[in-house]
């Protein structure tokens, strides 16, 4: 059951939230038992709304950068429940990649989010995009395809600076070294887990 009062089995949820994306070519990613429907900005890209055993379902799309308004709708009949999505960033230039497992409350929508940062040339700290929230009812999230310059850093990873906000405030962060902070390095082909994490 996702919740107090919603039986185990017969029941449906609805997550949304509004993601900041650069341009680029995304993957979406569902994974559910059982029916799933997924949109972006109100137009329906997966509509697999079937009974099913966990299942994975893919959508490729290249977005402009801006706004854009996320629905995972998901129903489950009966037996076990998974509902579960992911964002995965294509790199045409198919240099190493790595991601990021973390936690973020997904409640209430743009409560939460997660921000992550990479070093410029300066060893200054620069932003990519706005933040992230989580979609799944445990707050996990797995930020894929992000770069990782091992002619820069080697096979230890690349250094990333990774903040969870709520609120409006930095509620957990980690990476920032040049503020005594552990250190956190993304590896390539790799999941690297922050300090905190939940399962999925």
Known sequence: SPGPGVPADNFSVRWTNTFRLDKGKYRFITETDDGVRLYINDRLVIDKWQTQSRRQHTYET???????VIRMEYF?????????????????SGGPIGNI???V???PQNYAWIKLYRLDGNNQWYS???GIGSVSASGFLKIDGLPVDEN???GAGEPYKVEQWIDGKVARA???FQRGEPIFRVRAF???VTPWSCSP
Do not use: H, M
Request: proline share 5%.
């Open 152 to 154: 820069r850093f080697g």
């Open 105 to 107: 409350p997904p409640q």
């Open 76 to 92: 489950d009949e009966g037996g076990a429940a998974f509902a579960r999505l992911r964002v995965e960033v294509l790199k045409e």
């Open 101 to 103: 497992i973390t936690c």
């Open 174 to 176: 980690t990476g920032d």
């Open 62 to 68: 290249s977005l402009n950068s801006g706004d854009y």
């Open 128 to 130: 990519l995009g706005r």
């Open 190 to 192: 790799a999941d690297n």
